[in-house]
């Protein structure tokens, strides 16, 4: 990958770690958002790229790093560009708990034991590496508040970010009200992260199941990147995760 084996996915778990609690904030959009920062770590790799609304393999090589590399088979098996709202709309069972325990092998999170209501055995993650937590936080607030166009890996961080809807944990309150604005703005610095962060949105807003009618919405004209940002859906209910229930990830 060229670059330490920290990825998209990877940081994006990171920024949704709550440090007070071991959990995550946003679990469910925050799945559908670790399998858009895959694509997104796919085409910075050089291995997909945007085809319209779809996404293409334009290299089939492996990248080394496995849970990509599932990624890639998949999509090349696939034969054809796939839109990317079908792809991140598809079943992703253990896709977080996979990254979560990447990260604790990489001694990034520690696994914390706990029980749920005193009967149901938990397992909450604290961050054990801070100094990477900081470094990829002081990257969305530098692009935030300094107004330069970010690198496009920070770019497509900061789509993601805003797409689960991060906003409100990364800045609260009224006073983090400008700085949401603006993390949602960054999202047209980098066309695969917005091509990636819309389709995020629309399958929380129910469009991955909704047949395409053409490229004309609302009456313009829709296209990767261009839309409007709104605000994720909120209160997207909660999935079951597969396996026993003797052992429930934090959330």
Avoid: F
Avoid at 68 to 86: F, I, K, N, S
Avoid at 147 to 156: H, K, N, S
Wanted: with cysteine.
């Amino acid at each position: 990958m060229g670059r330490s084996r920290r990825t998209l996915p990877e940081e994006l778990l990171l920024l949704a770690l709550d440090p007070a609690t071991g959990t995550t904030a946003q679990p469910q959009s925050l799945d559908l958002g670790l399998a858009g920062a895959q694509l997104v770590e796919l085409a910075l790799a050089g291995r997909i790229a945007p085809d319209g609304d779809r996404i293409a393999v334009v290299v089939p090589r492996p990248t080394g790093d496995p849970t990509l590399d599932c990624a890639l088979e998949l999509l090349r098996r696939r034969g054809a560009p796939v839109r990317a709202v079908h792809w991140i709309g598809g079943p992703r069972l253990g896709l977080r708990q996979t990254y979560l325990s990447h990260l604790e092998r990489c001694g990034m999170v520690a696994a914390v034991p706990g029980q749920m209501c005193g009967v149901l055995p938990t397992t909450r993650y604290q961050a054990t590496d801070t100094a990477i937590s900081r470094e990829i936080r002081a990257r969305l607030d530098s692009a935030i508040r300094t107004g330069v166009p970010p690198d496009p890996r920070t770019a497509a961080l900061a789509a993601l970010a805003h797409a689960v809807g991060l906003g409100k944990h990364l800045y609260p309150g009224n006073e983090g009200r400008s700085s949401r604005s603006r993390l949602r703005d960054l999202i047209r610095h980098d066309p695969m992260g917005g091509l990636v962060a819309h389709a995020v949105m629309d399958v929380q807003n129910g469009a991955a199941a909704q047949p395409r009618r053409g490229p004309v919405t609302g009456g313009r004209q829709a296209a990767p990147g261009v839309r409007s940002a709104a605000e994720p859906a909120r209160g997207v209910p909660m999935q079951p995760r597969h396996g026993s229930m003797a052992r429930a990830v934090a959330h």
